[in-house]
Structure formats: structure tokens, C-alpha cells
């Protein structure tokens, strides 16, 4: 009906709703599809322009370093507004100003520097930085050069160490003068080590041997230097006393140096022909074996004492819990802080952390070693010192009484 | 074949160490001086191949690999003769009459290794750790940090007997000690558990295929 209506070509009522409905559709649409095609050709456009460059490129050789590395600085490209057209920046260097440039790096937009590591010291060298657009096209800036690493041989961001590595050696000398000059130096008992002569004598008295192991690490190991200072004296005690003394190793080097340590103490005893090279020995590295070849010393041999002096790992247990199911008196002395739980728990006496370092001057009480020792407790003195003024310039801080923590940038390092 | 061959000498091995928890015994005598000996001859290999080889036999006869000179460069090769030259001063100890030689290399090298080691520690273990504990005292938190740290501080100051204040402080300081190695304790133990749990499924899959 309605297309015999159409074809008769009258308009009939519904046809001029539907008609009418349309024109008023596109009156409102139209503006919006017109809207629609200038932000296609807009940003159609915007892709095809180029984006500006990064200006202000500058590179300096990195400062407070050894050299092999350069500090590349720029302005952000004028486009570079967070909407996405700049995709990054890529970094070039060559060894002339017009040719020869490579790619050594890239960073997000936004960002403004890069160091460039691994080149040659007193090398000129040329950079050139290029915005980089969505479509991976460069921009490049202008080129900067020529610039050269070169080593310092100051760090000038660790200056405050410079300053408290003095502080502490001045403290330690001047407590060693006072002690060489005869001043009497006091030092608070420590508990295990007033116990080691007992347990050197009580070795003696059951004619048995003392087993001494000096860790797992190396002499790059202050806690190493410490248990072989403690070897030294472990050794003339047992020398006095014509007691065996075993002392399995690790490592090679620290073999060598215990060996020469018990053997001059030997000889300051008065003892060298009871010094036996053989029972300063070497025995593997490996860790576990190293505490399977112990073990195997202890249960055969079944030394009356035996002392743990020096760096240990997971083996500290094993070793111990062996040493206490045969007996012996143990002492133990570790900076480990994982491992001194379970000396704490296996062996008779422990000297935690620093009291392993004071020890050899405890039992020594050789003028150097206590003004060393008095000379680390200035120091502390005065690191706890610091301590107090931080903690009151942080809560300070935090009460809005004053603005900054003026004591954090006097400890911080570069 | 291989692998059921090497799986049941690592399952006698396994067991032969368990064994000393037993007692002493001529099994765990066997896999002892297994383990001493091979691992002493594995690490004189290591020790040539990762230490004397890049830095003292390929530096001085010029040895290349891949067409790249090993270690120090060309101009500086000669500067490997010096560590070399102490390396072989330590055997001067094999010659009673030169043996006192010996020492210079130990003591450069304890020496030098404590010297070094001196500013990374003065930075690590005491600016950086004072600046990390510089907190202001606003939480309870903060308060038992401080309190601790200068109590432990106390206890590991020898220079004075432990009376009066300066004891009240170590034994706080004593008492942080112990808390925190009571926590440690029982998380390595946590730890070593799962290293039993390890053996103990070598034997019972690896080996038996029981699970």
C-alpha cells in the first residue's frame, strides 16, 4: 500500500515523519561528523609534522668518578607535553663532529639526561641527541663537543668519610701513644675470654688437644684478622703449656699467614722445636667438605676445647652441635650475625660481633692492640654522639620546629 | 643407565653422611675423604683457571681468546709480573734459609685488604646506618629503634664497666640482641628444614620413587 502510495508520488503521513525525523537527525549530527573528520586530519597532520628537537644539549665528563663515562644533558623538546608525540630520546656519540655517529642509548620522554659509561678516557668525543616520534622517526639536536672523560683523583661526595676515617685513625693513634707511653688502660671483663685460659689448661690437664678453626672467609675479612690475632695468642698459651694445637684451613692464604702466626708465637714462648708445621693445615674449601673433614677431626681426635674464631656460614651449627656431642668446651666468636644464634645456643661462652675484634687485645694486652681497641670506643663514642643530634634534629623536623635534618646531608655519600 | 648409576651413588653418599648422625663409622670415613679430596682437587683447578690464568698467565704470554686479549692490555701486561712475583714468594716458605721472605706477600696482602676495606665499611656500617636511624621519635616504632641501637651501641663500649646508667643501657641493649637473634634462629631453621626436605625427596623420588 504505502509503495503503490510512494510510486502514485504523493507523500503520505508516515513517510513525512520518517522524512522529517532524518533531516532533523542531520541537523544535529552533521556538526559532529564534521567535528569528527578536522580531528582525523588533525591529528593525521600532527603525525606527518615534525617534532622539535631537544635544545641545550650539554655533556660534561661525570664527576667524582675513575673516568670511562660522560654526563649528557638536554632540554625537553617543545613537543615533549605528555600527549604522547614524543616517544623518547636516543643518544649518540662519535669521535667526529659531523660523521660517525652511533647509538649508545635511549631514555622515556620526559627525561633529561644520560650517562654515557664504557669509553675512553682523554678521548674527544661528540654527541647528538634525537627526539624520537611515535613512528620512530628522530629529530636531532645540534651536536655538542668535544668533550673527554678523564679520572679524579678526589671523590669529592665522600668527603665526610675522608673526615671520619681521620677521626678514627687520629682517635687510635693517640690511644696507642698513651698506652706505649704507659698509661693504663682500662677494658671491661668479657666473660669468654677470661674462660680461654681455663680451656687451654683444661686441655692440658686431660692431655688432649685444642682445635682452633678460624671461619670459611678470607683474610679480606676483618673478622679473619681478628680470630688469626686470636690464634697468636691462643698459640704461645699452648705452647707454655706443650699442648697440641690443630688448626684445619680453609684457604690457602690464611693457611700461610696462620701457620707464620703459630710459629712466631711458638718462638716467643720460648718453644719453636714444639712448633709442628703439619697440625696448621689445609683442607678443602668447599664448605661441606670442609665440615665433613672437621667433623671427622673431632670425633677421632676429641679435642678437650675448641674454639671458632673468624667469618662462618650455615656450617657454624653442624660444626658446633659435633663439638658438643663430644664433650669439649667450646668458645665461639663470630661477627655473623645469622650465624651467632646457634653458637649462642651450642657452645659454652660467645662473644658477639665486636667483642671478637677486642679480643685479641683483651688477651694480649699489648699496647697497640688496647689502644686500637680504646681508640674504636672513642669513636663510637662519637658516632653515637651523631646519632643523638640526628634523632633530635629528625623530631625537630617532624614537629615543624625547624625546616630540615641538617645532620643527614653531612652523612651522606655519593 | 647414567643417571641410575650417578643417582645411586649420590643416595650411598647421602646416606653414608646421615650415618654420622649414628656414630662415627667407616662408610662416613669413605664419603668424608671423598668429598675432602675431590672438592680440594676441584677448587686447585678453579683456582688456576678463575685466578692465575687471567691474571698472571695470559697477561705475560700474551694469550688470546676469541681473538680478544685477555686482562691487562699489551702496554700494561708487565704489571702482572708483580703479583705473580709475590704469588711465588709465598713457596720461600718450602726453604728454611729464605722462608722469612714469605712474609711480604702476607703482609701486603692482609695489609692491603684491611686498608681498603677501611672507607666502605666507615661508609656502609657507619655513616649510612647512622643516617638510617636518625628518625624522628614520633612512633613507637622509631622509639624502640633508637632505644635499641644506642643500648646496643652501649653493650659493645668496653672502655667502661657496665654500672649504674651505662648498665641499665647495655642490658637494654642485651635484650634487643637476643630478640633479634631469636628471630634469626628460627627463620635459618625454617631454612635448613627445607634442605632436609630436599635429601629426603632425593631418596624417596629420585632414588626409590616411592612419592
Redesign the interface.
Known amino acids: 500500500m504505502l509503495g503503490d502510495r510512494g510510486r502514485s508520488g504523493g507523500i503520505g503521513p508516515m513517510a513525512g515523519f520518517v522524512a522529517l525525523s532524518v533531516a532533523v537527525a542531520a541537523l544535529f549530527l552533521c556538526p559532529v561528523a564534521v567535528f569528527a573528520q578536522e580531528e582525523t586530519e588533525t591529528v593525521a597532520l600532527e603525525t606527518l609534522l615534525p617534532i622539535a628537537p631537544p635544545t641545550g644539549l650539554m655533556a660534561v665528563d661525570t664527576p667524582n668518578d675513575r673516568g670511562s663515562s660522560i654526563d649528557v644533558t638536554w632540554e625537553l623538546s617543545a613537543d615533549d607535553d605528555n600527549d604522547g608525540i614524543v616517544a623518547g630520546y636516543e643518544v649518540f656519540r662519535s669521535a667526529h663532529p659531523e660523521t660517525g655517529f652511533v647509538f649508545v642509548g635511549r631514555v622515556p620522554h620526559g627525561e633529561t639526561e644520560y650517562r654515557d659509561s664504557g669509553i675512553d678516557n682523554s678521548e674527544p668525543t661528540y654527541y647528538r641527541v634525537a627526539a624520537l616520534d611515535t613512528d620512530e622517526s628522530l629529530f636531532f639536536s645540534g651536536t655538542f663537543g668535544p668533550v673527554e672523560a678523564f679520572s679524579q683523583w678526589f671523590n669529592r661526595s665522600r668527603l665526610n668519610v675522608m673526615v671520619a676515617v681521620i677521626i678514627f685513625v687520629v682517635s687510635i693513634v693517640y690511644f696507642v701513644t698513651a698506652a706505649k707511653s704507659g698509661k693504663e688502660l682500662f677494658i671491661r671483663r668479657l666473660a669468654g675470654l677470661d674462660e680461654m685460659d681455663n680451656a687451654v689448661g683444661r686441655a692440658t690437664e686431660m692431655g688432649k688437644p685444642i682445635l682452633f678453626i678460624s671461619g670459611l672467609s678470607s683474610v679480606s675479612d676483618v673478622a679473619t684478622i681478628a680470630a688469626i690475632n686470636i690464634l697468636g695468642e691462643v698459640a704461645k698459651k699452648t705452647a707454655e703449656y706443650n699442648t697440641k694445637l690443630i688448626v684445619p684451613c680453609a684457604d690457602p692464604i690464611v693457611m700461610a699467614v696462620e701457620q707464620e702466626v703459630v710459629k712466631e708465637a711458638y718462638a716467643k714462648a720460648g718453644r719453636p722445636d714444639a712448633y709442628n708445621e703439619d697440625d696448621v693445615f689445609y683442607l678443602t674449601r668447599s664448605q661441606f667438605a670442609y665440615v665433613a673433614g672437621v667433623n671427622g677431626i673431632m670425633v677421632r681426635q676429641r679435642p678437650a676445647t675448641i674454639l671458632y674464631m673468624g667469618m662462618f656460614y650455615a656450617e657454624s651449627l653442624v660444626l658446633a652441635e659435633t663439638g658438643s656431642s663430644i664433650g669439649a668446651i667450646q668458645i665461639a666468636g663470630t661477627d655473623a650475625v645469622t650465624q651467632l644464634p646457634f653458637f649462642i645456643t651450642s657452645c659454652d661462652y660467645t662473644l658477639i660481633g665486636e667483642e671478637l675484634y677486642a679480643a685479641s687485645a683483651y688477651l694480649s694486652r699489648e699496647p697497640i692492640l688496647l689502644g686500637g681497641l680504646k681508640g674504636q670506643d672513642m669513636f663510637k663514642l662519637i658516632a653515637a654522639a651523631v646519632l643523638v643530634v640526628g634523632v633530635i634534629a629528625a623530631t625537630l623536623t617532624a614537629t615543624g620546629v625547624i625546616e630540615s635534618n641538617f645532620v643527614l646531608p653531612l652523612l651522606a655519600t655519593g | 643407565m647414567a643417571a641410575i648409576i650417578w643417582t645411586t651413588i649420590g643416595a650411598v653418599l647421602t646416606l653414608s653422611?646421615y650415618s654420622?648422625l649414628y656414630?662415627?663409622n667407616p662408610f662416613?670415613?669413605f664419603?668424608?675423604h671423598l668429598?675432602?679430596g675431590?672438592?680440594?682437587g676441584?677448587?686447585l683447578v678453579?683456582?688456576y683457571f678463575n685466578f692465575i690464568q687471567p691474571n698472571v698467565v695470559s697477561p705475560v704470554f700474551q694469550l688470546r681468546l676469541g681473538g680478544e686479549a685477555i686482562g691487562l692490555g699489551s702496554n700494561t701486561w708487565w704489571l702482572a709480573l708483580i703479583p705473580g712475583l709475590l704469588g711465588l714468594l709465598?713457596y720461600t716458605?718450602f726453604f728454611p734459609k729464605i722462608g722469612w721472605v714469605?712474609?711480604w706477600p702476607?703482609g701486603i696482602?692482609?695489609g692491603g685488604?684491611?686498608g681498603l676495606?677501611?672507607?666502605p665499611?666507615?661508609?656502609a656500617r657507619?655513616?649510612?646506618q647512622?643516617?638510617a636511624?636518625?628518625?624522628?621519635?614520633?612512633s613507637v616504632t622509631n622509639i624502640l629503634v633508637?632505644g635499641g641501637?644506642?643500648g646496643t651501641?652501649?653493650y659493645?663500649?668496653?672502655?667502661?664497666?657496665?654500672k649504674g646508667v651505662l648498665g641499665v643501657m647495655a642490658r637494654v641493649g642485651i635484650v634487643f640482641?637476643m630478640v633479634?637473634?631469636?628471630a634469626?634462629?628460627g627463620y635459618?631453621v625454617m631454612s635448613?628444614v627445607s634442605l632436609l626436605i630436599g635429601r629426603v625427596s632425593f631418596l624417596l623420588h629420585d632414588c626409590l620413587h616411592l612419592i
Open positions: 653422611v654420622f656414630k662415627d662416613y670415613k664419603a668424608e668429598v675432602v675431590i672438592s680440594a676441584y677448587y678453579i683456582y709465598l716458605r714469605g712474609r702476607l696482602y692482609v685488604y684491611a676495606g677501611l672507607s665499611i666507615m661508609q657507619v655513616l649510612d647512622i643516617g636511624n636518625a628518625l624522628p621519635l614520633t633508637v641501637l644506642l651501641l652501649t659493645f663500649f668496653f672502655s667502661m664497666k657496665h640482641l633479634g637473634f631469636g634469626s634462629f635459618t635448613r
